[in-house]
């Protein structure tokens, strides 16, 4: 099993959709977690940590379900603007946190 | 501008050189990294940093080097060990063990 894993996708959604995407991870003693998205050929960039409360920015919301080892990203009214790769990020604990990326879902939101 | 500059964007190299990639950062952050990104996979860390003057193996150090003799500064050698150098390299860096924020990265091709 893959330590973080993501529907690849592409989810075509169309504008003003809500989407949710899911990774699952392996290590249950993982600590952080996060979402970053990336536009192609372009370097990631942080979108939003996870917190176990769950949270939300604006029309991104997040969350964590440490039972069932999974984090979730939700978008609200999808913007055309919004299209791009989301890669899923798990922090593991002890000496070097080691950080895991996911292949990341793709998202393309349709006119 | 605060930030993580990478240089070049697109390098060019032929079979049996070794190239230098370029990361430089003044967000004072002590820990840097390097990845590789390869179509339909995940971010792989090469090596990481956490102070000057010490680094650490990652996941696919093999045919690679680096050094760390500045805190801003941090480039990667990509060695002729190397077998399939052609990918995306990006740079990271960030405060120890918190979220991590990339330069734009470099594209290797060997000819």
């Known amino acids: ?111 | 501008d605060g930030g993580i500059t990478q240089s070049p964007k697109y390098l060019f190299r032929k079979e049996g050189q070794n190239v230098t990639l370029s990361c430089e950062q003044n967000l004072n952050h002590d820990a840097m990294y390097w990845y590789r990104q390869d179509p339909g996979q995940g971010l792989r860390l090469i090596y990481y940093s956490q102070i000057v003057n010490d680094f650490q193996k990652g996941d696919i150090a093999e045919g690679y080097s680096v050094s760390r003799e500045k805190k801003e500064s941090f480039p990667l050698t990509v060695t002729s060990a190397q077998k399939n150098p052609t990918a995306f390299y990006l740079c990271a860096s960030s405060w120890w063990n918190n979220e991590q924020f990339f330069g734009p990265g470099t594209r290797l091709t060997v000819l």
């Open chain 1, 1 to 111: 099993r893959k330590e973080v894993e993501q529907d690849p996708g592409p989810f075509n959604v169309p504008e003003g959709a809500t989407v949710a995407f899911n990774c699952t991870y392996s290590n249950s003693a993982s600590q952080s977690f996060f979402w970053y998205r990336q536009d192609c050929r372009k370097e990631p960039k942080l979108l939003m940590s996870v917190y176990s409360s769950g949270n939300e920015d604006g029309r991104f919301t997040a969350q964590l379900n440490r039972a069932s080892q999974y984090i979730s990203l939700l978008i609200r009214d999808s913007k055309l603007s919004d299209s791009a790769t989301y890669l899923c990020v798990v922090k593991g604990a002890g000496g070097y946190q080691k950080v895991t990326f996911g292949t990341g879902t793709k998202l393309q939101v349709i006119p």
